[in-house]
C-alpha cells in the first residue's frame, strides 16, 4: 500500500484485499501450479510426522545439508540439519552477519496433524467382526472419520528393540479400514442429537477382519486370524501392540479440486503447507548475509508437549550450541532473532459466514494470513506479537510485493486457536504467526488455495532474504 495519490481518488488509502488470481498472469499461474504440483507428491509421502521428517531430511541432503551433531565445528555457509526422535527436524544455515547482532530468521511449522491413533490394546472381536480400538489425537469432528477408507501408518517397536515401519491402505491393491456408521433408517436418536455428542470416542473402532482360523475358539477366531496375518507380515504377536505408534489417516493422495484447479483438496494440509513452503524457502536462499532456521515439531495438535514438541528445551539447545560453535553470545543472539510462525488460519467460508467477522478474516486466494495475535477470550494464550515487529515484516513483504493478509481467527468469543508461536516468543523471539487459510481445517480432506500456498514461498523467501 503506497500513500501517494497519483489516481487524486484517495483509494491507494484503503487497506485491499485481492485475489492473487485476479488478472494473474499465465506465466504465474504456471509457477503457482507447478509449484502446487511438488507440494502434492511431498504431502502425499508425508502423512504422518514420522513420514514427514523422513521427507524433509530426504530434501535437505540433496539440497546438500549434512546431519548435524552436538559440539560440531560451524562456519558461516555450513548447511545442517538434526532430526529429533524421527519425529522432527530442525534445519539451519549459517549467514555471514554476526549471529549476536543479527540474529536468527527462523520459520516455525508443525508436521503433526489430527488422526486415530491405535489404543495399546486395541484388537477385539464381537458379533463376526474384528476391530482395531483408536484414541483420537487432536481436535476432530468424529462423524467425518466415519464410513471413509483409511490406511494404517506407523510404528512397531518390538519388545527386543528391532522395529517395523508399517503402511497399510494407500496402494489400489491393498486393504483399507473403515469405521462402522449408523444407517439413517435407524439414526433417528443419533440423529436429534447435538453434533459434538453424536459420537463417542470409544465408537470409533477400526473394522480390521471378518474371517476366522479354521476350528477357531467361538468368538476368538476371526481376533486370532488377524493376529496370524499380522505375525506372517510383521512378526508381531498381540503385546507389541503396546510400543507401537499406529495412526488411522484418510486413504489417498491430494487432488486438484475445481474445474479450473484452483485447489487442493488433500490430508494434512495443516500444517504441512506451511511446512513445506518453509523448507523451500530455505533450499532456495541465495542470499547468504542471515542465519536461517527451520522448525519442524511434532505434538502441536495436543499442545507442543513432550520432547518433540515445541515446548521442549532441545530448540534452546541448539541455538546455544550454535552460538557457542560461532563464538557468539547466545542471550544476545537470541534478542536479535525473528521468527514466522508458520501455521494455517481459518479461510473464511460463506457458508457459515457466522462465526466469522469478515473484516478481519482470511480470505482465500487473497494471500498467507498473518495473525498479530491467535487465542480466545480476550486473546488468552496468545504471544500477541509487537506493532515494531509487525511493521518490520510488513516493510519486508511491501518491498517485495508479496501477497498477503491480515487476519483473526473467527469471531471474538466463538472460539479460537493457538500455535507453537508462544513457545518460540518466550525465548525472547519476537514472533507472529503467518500461514495459509484453510477450508475445512482438521476434516479428513482440508481445502486450501493454490496461489496462497505459493504466496507463502514467497513470503518465507522475502523474509529469508531481506
Ligand atoms: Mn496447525
Ligand atoms: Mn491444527
Known amino acids: 500500500m503506497s500513500t501517494e495519490n497519483s489516481k487524486n481518488d484517495f483509494t491507494e488509502l484503503l487497506c485491499m484485499r485481492e ?39 530426504k530434501m535437505a541432503e540433496e539440497a546438500g545439508y549434512t546431519e548435524y551433531h552436538f559440539g560440531d565445528a560451524l562456519a ?62 487432536g481436535g476432530i469432528k468424529k462423524y467425518q472419520w466415519m464410513a471413509t477408507p483409511l490406511a494404517l501408518h ?23 479400514f473403515y469405521i462402522n456408521d449408523l444407517l439413517p433408517h435407524l439414526g433417528q436418536e443419533q440423529a436429534a442429537q447435538p453434533l459434538g455428542k453424536a459420537i463417542s470416542g470409544e465408537s470409533l473402532n477400526l473394522l480390521v477382519g471378518g474371517i476366522p482360523v479354521p476350528a477357531g475358539e467361538e468368538g476368538k477366531g476371526i481376533k486370532l486370524n488377524v493376529l496370524r496375518i499380522l505375525h506372517e507380515k510383521y512378526g508381531i504377536g498381540e503385546e507389541d501392540f503396546i510400543s507401537a505408534e499406529l495412526s488411522a489417516v484418510p486413504v489417498g493422495k491430494c487432488r486438484d479440486a475445481g474445474l479450473d484447479r484452483a485447489f487442493l483438496v488433500g490430508y494434512g494440509h495443516d500444517d504441512r503447507c506451511c511446512a513445506y513452503p518453509a523448507l523451500t524457502a530455505l533450499f532456495s536462499a541465495k542470499e547468504t548475509k542471515h542465519t536461517l532456521f527451520v522448525i519442524l515439531a511434532d505434538k502441536e495438535e495436543i499442545g507442543s508437549n513432550g520432547n518433540t514438541g515445541m515446548q521442549c528445551r532441545l530448540f534452546s539447545d541448539l541455538m546455544e550450541e550454535i552460538a557457542h560453535a560461532l563464538g557468539q553470545n547466545p542471550s544476545a543472539m537470541r534478542h536479535a532473532s525473528v521468527c514466522l510462525s508458520a501455521d494455517v488460519n481459518a479461510a473464511f467460508d460463506p457458508n457459515y459466514a457466522d462465526v466469522y467477522e469478515k473484516r478481519n478474516s482470511a480470505m482465500i486466494s487473497c494471500g498467507p494470513a498473518m495473525s498479530k495475535f491467535t487465542g480466545s477470550r480476550g486473546k488468552s494464550g496468545s504471544n500477541d506479537a509487537s506493532a515494531e515487529y509487525v511493521g518490520f515484516v510488513r516493510r519486508i513483504f511491501a518491498e517485495n510485493h508479496v501477497n498477503w493478509q491480515p487476519a483473526e481467527l473467527g469471531k471474538v468469543d466463538i472460539g479460537g486457536g493457538g500455535t507453537v508461536a508462544m513457545y518460540i516468543a518466550e525465548q525472547n523471539i519476537d514472533t507472529v504467526d503467518l500461514g495459509v487459510p484453510v477450508i475445512s481445517m482438521h476434516a479428513p480432506y482440508e481445502l486450501i488455495s493454490k496461489a496462497d500456498l505459493y504466496a507463502l514461498h514467497e513470503a518465507f523467501s522475502a523474509f529469508c532474504r531481506d
Open 19 to 57: 485475489s492473487i488470481y485476479k488478472d494473474i498472469t499465465e506465466e504465474k499461474l504456471r509457477e503457482v501450479f507447478s509449484y502446487a504440483d511438488a507440494y502434492r507428491s511431498f504431502l502425499n509421502a508425508a502423512k504422518t510426522e514420522r513420514e514427514a521428517t523422513r521427507c524433509a531430511r
Open 154 to 176: 506407523g510404528v512397531i517397536v518390538r519388545a527386543d528393540g528391532s522395529r517395523v515401519d508399517v503402511c497399510i491402505g494407500e496402494e489400489e491393491n491393498e486393504p483399507v
Open 76 to 137: 558461516s555457509g555450513d548447511k545442517r540439519y538434526f532430526v529429533n526422535k524421527g519425529k522432527g527436524i530442525f534445519l539451519f544455515r549459517i549467514g555471514t552477519a554476526p549471529l549476536a547482532e543479527d540474529g536468527m530468521r527462523i520459520l516455525a511449522a508443525h508436521i503433526d496433524s489430527p488422526r486415530l491413533d491405535l489404543k495399546q490394546n486395541p484388537l477385539y472381536e464381537d458379533s463376526g467382526m474384528s476391530f482395531l480400538k483408536t484414541h483420537y489425537y
